[in-house]
């Protein structure tokens, strides 16, 4: 009899009884997002698209037929929705592409975790604000200036309208674990601090949050595990890191992280003329994830750290660092 009762204990571990499913798994916040729950006793399945296997199943989020057929087969618990088109520049060149993913798909996911009972995190962003009057609270009216802002507040309708439990979780600029530097709006930048012999125009005019994808997985499962025991965790709710950087700002963090210079490097002041407009500070005000005791934050100088090492050309570095 003994023994029986360790054999089933040991499958408790083997395979949790609570499901997530998470959309855009294979990009950096989907990977992030997978690994937390993944590790912290949920059965999660990711799934993506172009980079989904074999680790992570492959689903056209634009193929409603089979969307059906997952939610159906898994009978997910939560469902994290972190794909989307979130280069507001594509957005802008591409805009009936952009509207499908991070519209239509997000709302027929929504009305899909309706029919078994999912919770469903939608996950947006800080540019549904026009940045003229920060910091902003969820209920703050928002104005986005450019076509990838207005998809995603579209998208935030479409979740909200179809699926009343749903949560919304607004987010800012991400960085983390990079597969490629290309990857984050913030690993990108380390190229022009590492080539130090030729000087690099920086913007020092917009306000950024940089946000560790960790800390925002942390914030999903949190807020997973909070509403499995209260229904009354839905809406909308803001997540952010609390450092205020402009581009500039980082690239001499990231500079000063890894003792390089930073003489090459040149601040820009005037607001950029190219591409889709920006806000100038859509800082998101997180009290009312705090008030639930929910958040995590990576100081940026760790965190930069982690996701960069890699990616070093220099690599003396490593000793002076790690040894």
């Not at 998809?151 to 439990?165: D, M």
């Amino acid at each position: 009899m003994p023994e029986m009762l360790v054999e089933m204990e040991q499958e408790d571990v083997d395979i949790p009884n609570r499901r997530v499913l998470i959309t855009g798994a294979t990009g950096l916040l989907g990977r992030a997002v997978y690994k937390e729950f993944n590790e912290n006793s949920w059965h999660a399945v990711g799934c993506g698209y172009r980079r989904a296997r074999p680790k992570f199943e492959q689903v056209n989020l634009l193929d409603s037929d089979a969307v059906h057929v997952i939610i159906q087969d898994f009978q997910p618990h939560v469902i994290v929705h972190c794909a989307a088109e979130r280069r507001p520049d594509v957005v802008e060149s591409q805009p009936d592409a952009a509207s499908q993913i991070n519209v239509s798909a997000a709302g027929n996911l929504a009305k899909e975790a309706v029919g078994v009972g999912a919770f469903l995190i939608y996950i947006s962003t800080d540019y549904v604000f026009d940045g003229t009057n920060p910091p902003y609270k969820e209920h703050d009216a928002p104005n986005p200036l450019n076509l990838y802002g207005k998809t995603k507040l579209e998208g935030e309708k479409a979740v909200l309208e179809n699926n009343e439990g749903a949560a919304v979780l607004r987010i800012p600029i991400l960085y983390g674990e990079v597969e490629r530097l290309d990857e984050s709006a913030v690993t990108i930048i380390f190229d022009k601090v590492q080539y130090s012999n030729k000087s690099a125009n920086m913007d020092h005019w917009q306000q950024r949050f940089p946000t560790n994808v960790k800390d925002v997985a942390s914030v999903c499962r949190q807020l997973a595990e909070k509403r499995m025991l209260d229904p009354s965790v839905k809406g909308t709710f803001h997540w952010s890191g609390n450092e205020q950087m402009t581009k500039y700002e980082m690239a001499c963090a990231i500079a000063d992280a890894f003792n390089l210079p930073s003489s090459h490097l040149r601040p820009i002041t005037d607001s950029p003329v190219v591409g889709a407009l920006r806000p100038r500070n859509a800082q998101l005000d997180c009290s009312r994830l705090e008030m639930l005791g929910i958040g995590q934050r990576t100081p940026f100088r760790v965190g930069i750290k982690e996701s960069l090492w890699p990616f070093l050309v220099d690599k003396r570095w490593r000793q002076t660092v790690f040894h």
